[in-house]
């Protein structure tokens, strides 16, 4: 696609309930990222993809926290038994190997009640 | 572990002032990156340096990467409002690796 893509855009979620994101990276971008953004905040890395493969797995912060890749393609972050302080916009980016510069998608602001 | 440290956290200024951002660290960058992100959005790339001393320059802004690549500056010239938004700096400490980002600087600039 033209650019990356995240669904839903923004999700609303009882706590201890599970939820899954989507992201939609470009079309032959290689590497894929997970980061999250607390109101107004900097970026948090969560996870790495490169291809199927996940080499970088050192920012999910408890093991409710969970993501695959398929294909090359399409990702999945899941949340289990959300808490709270789950609440945040999760961003995923996409880039060439070897080539400098993310594109990001808009995220999906997650609330969780 | 390897912080990047961003400053100013908050910047408001009127429409036609210059105002500077500050990126640093302790560790050597192999790369680092300037990012804008408006509200609703994604960042979105302005530049990447990776040379020391390197100078690049976009419209009105201007980056600038220390000689050591342990710091960088984003220069903006004659504010308007339509720069505003959060500045995002992003170093990677090794070739290929994944990107650290610092806290922001959200800049307000008034009409």
């Known amino acids: 696609g033209a650019g990356v893509s995240q669904s839903p855009s923004n999700k609303v979620t009882e706590k201890g309930k599970d939820v899954e994101l989507r992201c939609d990276p470009i079309?032959?971008?290689?590497?894929l990222y997970w980061y999250r953004q607390s109101l107004g905040q900097g970026l948090e890395f969560l996870i790495y993809?490169?291809?199927?493969?996940?080499?970088?797995k050192s920012g999910l912060p408890s093991d409710r926290f969970s993501a695959e890749r398929t294909g090359g393609s399409v990702s999945t972050l899941t949340i289990q038994r959300t808490q709270q302080e789950d609440s945040a916009v999760y961003l995923c980016?996409?880039?060439?190997?070897?080539?400098?510069?993310?594109?990001f998608g808009s995220g999906t602001r997650l609330t969780v009640v | 572990t390897q912080l990047l440290e961003q400053s100013p956290q908050f910047l408001s200024i009127q429409e036609g002032e210059n105002l500077t951002v500050y990126c640093n660290s302790s560790?050597?960058?192999?790369?680092l990156q300037w990012y804008r992100q408006e509200p609703g959005e994604g960042p979105v790339l302005l530049v990447t340096v990776v040379t020391g001393g390197e100078v690049k320059k976009l419209k009105r802004l201007t980056f600038q990467f220390g000689d050591a690549r342990k710091d960088s500056s984003l220069h903006i010239t004659a504010a308007q409002p339509g720069d505003t938004g959060l500045y995002l700096c992003?170093?990677?400490?090794?070739?290929?690796?994944?990107?650290?980002f610092g806290e922001g600087t959200q800049l307000t600039v008034n009409p």
């Open positions: 079309s032959g971008h290689t590497a």
């Open positions: 560790s050597v960058f192999s790369s």
């Open positions: 980016a996409s880039s060439e190997i070897r080539i400098y510069g993310y594109t």
């Open positions: 992003a170093g990677a400490w090794t070739s290929g690796s994944r990107l650290t």
């Open positions: 993809f490169q291809g199927n493969s996940a080499p970088d």
